[in-house]
């Protein structure tokens, strides 16, 4: 075991290297400089507080500390990470109101890489449970691009982390490309040479593999350009045949895949002899390149490479540490093939849907312009959520919006505008607003009609009647008539983000790591100012509703 304090300043962290090697796709691999690059990295990314019941059985965080604004951590951390051999560090979560500049220079100087995700814990994601996309979460995943795109050395920006789970989670697959389709405009338009990836869990072959073809089929415009696989089938001692069912099943996969955590714990201490396979097996090198070791810091079950000090200036190594530097220094060096021999860039055929294995469609939602959002707020909201101030806002809106869509049926109303499905592909026309927008919509017309009676608009003194808001029913229905028929439904560009897209309602603040974003939409706060609020609250019913009714877009359960 090795002690002692980094010897790097804060002031040291700042390069004068020269810029690094753009890494980019050619056929099915990746290549900086005109040789074959392989991914040799580690997870950066310190636990915030975790939560439970991910289905993945890795707990999820419900805040985050950005490892890259920490000028002093990356100061303290280089040394280890150069030790290391690493040449990519994947970062999970970070706060794109901060200063990332000393530590992705530092990174930069010592030629590593980062491969960083756009989600933020708890709602700042593509929910599993109750997938949409939407304007908020759109300029959440853009206002993170803005912040990072410039530095040499963003290798990719990851769209999503483990949001599917099992078959019935794939409805989520739409979003999600969509997702990429967007952000991949949006990076082209600012003439960003970052791909674009994503991270799956390694599940059943049959919706994995449905999955993978998924997002790397139809056109390039729509297709993921880096897949990652967060794989642990290599425990202890194990030998090339613990990833036999890996191989096969990617044998002729188009796009450069790698994966995108590795280092299982069942077989301690670990040995990480994964590694020369990983970059040595010709069987693995002809399909992956290369991976990211899980994980630098301390996480829940007993991984992490090194402990932190109480006062967070220095840093403990144990034997999972030189294990991992040993592997790493004698891995192979994988050059075949040669950029010029590696083809042209190719999708793959899109799964067809199935019952069994795979329910998302190949129509997509439409890229979420605000436009439509604001039609409703001028002109159809006459009872608006007004309880902003609190730090409980997405379990409050999810409370309101299963209870609202609950009873609408009943008055004459619906949810439908708002919802979205991933299965058939049909996305209501404000299904692209963003969460309170969405309740403001349902709300608007639970008081509407229930003659606009005050008590309709009260929810426990979370709304607001709107003095401005259309005067009848009749009124309200026919401009939200006019907004429905003026939204947009096609692709575009989108647009630069607001000022003030640091956060997303629900979305964990900086103090996350990997997961969906899911969340229940439940909270403690005080509920059942409407007849049958309080009632219907904790029944099976109003929860399956307040799961579908997250901040990232509301999922009508019709």
């Known amino acids: 075991m090795r002690f002692f304090k980094s010897l790097v300043s804060a002031s040291a962290l700042i390069s004068t290297a020269t810029a690094l090697a753009t890494v980019s796709r050619a056929g099915r691999y990746l290549y900086a400089n005109g040789s074959r690059f392989s991914i040799k990295g580690v997870a950066y990314q310190p636990q915030g507080t975790v939560g439970s019941g991910n289905p993945t059985g890795f707990p999820e965080p419900t805040d985050f500390v950005d490892p890259l604004a920490d000028s002093a951590g990356c100061a303290r951390d280089l040394p280890y990470l150069k030790q290391l051999g690493v040449n990519v560090v994947r970062v999970y979560s970070v ?74 989670d794939t409805i989520s697959a739409p ?121 630098y810091f301390p996480a829940v079950g007993g991984y992490g490479l090194v402990n932190i000090s109480t006062d967070a200036t220095s840093v403990t190594t144990g034997s999972d540490f030189a294990a991992l530097q040993t592997q790493y220094a004698n891995a192979p060096v994988p050059t075949t093939p040669a950029q010029s021999a590696a083809g042209a860039n190719t999708q793959a055929t899109c799964p067809t849907e199935d019952p069994a294995a795979f329910l998302g469609s190949t129509t997509l939602p439409p890229t979420p312009e605000a436009g439509v959002c604001t039609c409703l707020q001028q002109n159809v909201v006459s009872c608006a959520y007004s309880n902003t101030a609190s730090n409980d806002s997405a379990a409050i809106l999810g409370d309101i919006i299963a209870y609202t869509c609950s009873q609408l049926p009943a008055l004459g109303g619906d949810c439908t505008p708002i919802g979205s499905n991933g299965t058939s592909g049909v996305y209501g026309p404000f299904s692209v607003c963003d969460p309170t927008t969405q309740v403001n919509y349902a709300i608007s017309q639970y008081y509407q009609l229930s003659a606009r009676a005050a008590a309709a608009c009260s929810f426990s003194g979370n ?96």
């Open 175 to 295: 979003y999600i490309k969509a997702a990429s389709r967007d952000v991949k405009a949006y990076l082209q338009s600012i003439s960003s040479t970052a791909l674009i990836s994503f991270s799956s869990t390694d599940g059943d072959t049959s919706w994995r593999m449905a999955l993978s073809n998924y997002l790397a089929c139809d056109t390039a415009a729509t297709s993921i350009d880096l897949f990652g696989l967060n794989n642990y089938r290599w425990c202890g001692d194990a030998t090339v045949a613990a990833y036999s069912t890996l191989i096969t099943d990617y044998t002729s996969y188009p796009i450069p895949a790698y994966f995108s955590e590795f280092g299982c714990i069942t077989s301690p201490p670990r040995l990480w002899t994964e590694v020369a396979a990983i970059f040595g097996d010709s069987d693995l090198t002809n399909e992956w390149s290369g991976g990211v070791a899980f994980s």
């Open 95 to 168: 706060n794109s109101a901060l200063n990332h500049d000393a530590c992705m220079s530092a990174l930069s100087g010592a030629g590593i890489y980062v491969i960083l995700d756009l989600a933020l814990p708890v709602n700042g994601s593509i929910d599993r449970a109750a997938p949409a996309w939407t304007v908020n979460l759109l300029d959440l995943y853009l206002g993170t691009i803005d912040a990072f795109y410039k530095y040499d050395n963003l290798l990719a920006f990851n769209i999503g982390n483990e949001i599917v789970t099992a078959v019935a």
């Open 463 to 558: 709304a607001t009647v709107v003095s401005s808001g259309p005067a009848t029913e009749t009124a309200a229905a026919s401009a939200a008539s006019s907004c429905a028929a003026a939204a947009f439904t096609g692709t575009t560009v989108p647009s630069a983000p607001g000022s003030t897209v640091a956060n997303t309602v629900g979305a964990a603040t900086a103090t996350s790591a990997s997961g969906s974003g899911s969340s229940s939409g439940n909270g403690g706060h005080k509920s059942g100012a409407i007849g049958g609020f309080e009632a219907l609250r904790g029944t099976a019913a109003f929860t399956a509703m307040a799961l579908a009714a997250v901040a990232g877009g509301i999922a009508v359960i019709v």
